[in-house]
T-cell receptor, first 116, second 111 residues
Framework: EADIYQTPRYLVIGTGKKITLECSQT?????MYWYQQDPGMELHLIHY???????EKGDLSSESTVSRIRTEHFPLTLESARPSHTSQYLC???????????????FGDGTRLSIL | QKEVEQNSGPLSVPEGAIASLNCTYS??????FFWYRQYSGKSPELIMS????GDKEDGRFTAQLNKASQYVSLLIRDSQPSDSATYLC???????????FGKGTTLSVSS
């Protein structure tokens, strides 16, 4: 079972602020992902990384940015928060096992972000 | 065209019944299939993975995969009220790509 941690769990903040959502995993997984999910709606992939110094944009256009300087850490940053950024942000990770097919993604508890 | 399709529900079953959740996918080269359970306000939790045609059983859960029909299903036997949640089907098309999630099916088990 993956240990993946997200902080903060809840954040209420004003418009225009710079926000960084933290995500860390202790399993040494090389792949990490960020999803955005509104209540009752589907998951949307916004960023992913397959290793250190590797980041890609996902299917849903997002004004956020990510970095992957260390294997265990994959923070997401909003330079200037807006009410439209209000959502739940979920971080996930998975490992690569040579010759063992595709491994599932394990999710953190999420950050519920509310921009006033 | 959505790549992973699920009936949004809600699917309502009485306690003790079998709940059947279905998922179809569009890409024939898809290799790996997962079922996640998501309680309201919580993050998705992996409950089943299946990689080859046929059935895979784990406790009250059975996943069924038919690659020729591009169809994967989840059966929940002896449904309990605690099974009430949204069930997400996820498909990985090839090694290295991220999972593609369906919109989820909401299951309601009444006591």
């Amino acid at each position: 079972e993956a240990d993946i941690y997200q902080t903060p769990r809840y954040l209420v903040i004003g418009t225009g602020k710079k926000i960084t959502l933290e995500c860390s995993q202790t399993m040494g997984h090389d792949k990490m992902y960020w999803y955005q999910q509104d209540p009752g709606m589907e998951l949307h992939l916004i960023h992913y990384s397959y290793g250190v110094n590797s980041t890609e944009k996902g299917d849903l256009s997002s004004e956020s940015t990510v970095s992957r300087i260390r294997t265990e850490h994959f923070p997401l940053t909003l330079e200037s928060a807006r009410p439209s950024h209000t959502s739940q942000y979920l971080c996930a990770s998975s490992e690569s096992l040579p010759g063992q097919g595709n491994q599932p993604q394990h999710f953190g508890d999420g950050t519920r972000l509310s921009i006033l | 065209q959505k790549e992973v399709e699920q009936n949004s529900g809600p699917l309502s079953v009485p306690e003790g019944a079998i709940a059947s959740l279905n998922c179809t996918y569009s890409d024939r080269v898809s290799q790996s299939f997962f079922w996640y359970r998501q309680y309201s306000g919580k993050s998705p939790e992996l409950i089943m993975s299946i990689y080859s045609n046929g059935d895979k059983e784990d406790g009250r859960f059975t996943a069924q995969l038919n690659k020729a029909s591009q169809y994967v299903s989840l059966l929940i036997r002896d449904s309990q009220p605690s099974d009430s949640a949204t069930y997400l089907c996820a498909v990985k098309q090839q090694a290295g790509t991220a999972l593609i999630f369906g919109k989820g099916t909401t299951l309601s088990v009444s006591s």
